[in-house]
């Protein structure tokens, strides 16, 4: 069995400051937890930035700017920027994070959805900043916009020159694997091709096992032997589908942005608690962990001397 990579999401777009003192928004607690979750056993690093003064979801390059020298200087790990921005941003906007900086990896979204967060709201009496109350209430109304024109959008601006990156491809449903199928018969994408099964996020399918199983075998006929997978559960089932991933011979994504919490009911520390904690369930079960450099190799990327930053 090839060896499990582990990635690491360190801050995302869903959760706001109130719901955890330990979601990093400024830059340097950012590069600070994503340099900790690397030494934890993490191989890739899948990184959004925020507003160092509100901790609201951010597009601005110079917000990411101010981190990624400090993770690149500390770390060998493979830097994944994220295209999905936040749900209430454009495509364009989404896009000028990688384009700046030109990493290993992008995520890429392969199809819109009701991507809501509204409940969440309802947990909190107060709040710590006053855009997060009406960013959560207002998913309920929103629509998180992949089109296949932004799709196209974002593979004919990182796919190829000047930037190269391979793309983690997040599938939320079983409907973004035929999406999928149809770019990659397009040309828009070239085998072998990196999954993301994305379970649990209200609008999407639901982190079940018999779900996971099902998006594994829908990959297996429409992409053969031409891909790589990697799953995240959101939310409280975090840990059991990446066990059971890596049992299925897949790869495992954890983070504060997938899940705020290191066990039922008790709030995580930081992204490397998380870190440690899968690592250890995968050795357990019989894993081996991929280093930084084993995981370029298995997915072909280009590698740290030729990223922006």
Known sequence: MA??????????????PTMSDALPYR???IARQA????????AILHLHARDPETGKPSVDPAHFRAFLPAIRAETDAIVNISTGGSITMGIADRLAPAMAAS????????????????PLADRYERFK????????RGSEGAIFRNTFADIRAVADAMGGAPHHAKFEHECYD?????????CL??????????????????????????????????????????????VIGAGA?????????????????????????????????????????????????????????????????KGAAHVGF
């Open 174 to 182: 079983v409907g973004h694997l035929y999406n999928l199928a149809f």
């Open 3 to 16: 060896k499990t990579i582990i990635t690491c999401a360190v801050t995302g777009a869903i959760h706001t």
């Open 103 to 118: 990493p290993e990896m992008c995520s890429l979204n392969m199809g819109s959805l009701n991507f809501a967060m509204h």
């Open 237 to 301: 089932q975090q840990m059991k589908l990446a066990a059971v991933s890596a049992q299925l011979g897949g790869h495992v994504r954890v983070g504060l942005e997938d899940s705020l919490y290191i066990e039922r009911g008790k709030l995580a520390a930081s992204n490397a608690e998380q870190v440690a904690k899968v690592k250890s369930v995968l050795e357990a079960q019989g894993n081996a962990i991929a280093t930084p450099a084993e995981a370029r190799g298995l997915l072909g990327l």
């Open 185 to 230: 018969k397009a040309g828009l994408f070239k085998a072998p091709i990196f999954l993301q099964f994305v379970m649990g996020i209200l609008g999407g399918i639901a982190a079940e096992i018999d779900n996971l199983v099902f998006m594994k075998r829908t990959a297996d006929r429409l992409f053969g032997a031409d891909y790589h997978w990697s």
């Open 35 to 42: 340099i900790d979750a690397a030494h934890a056993g993490a």
């Open 129 to 136: 900043f006053d855009w997060e109350e009406g960013y959560l």
């Open 27 to 29: 830059p340097e607690d």
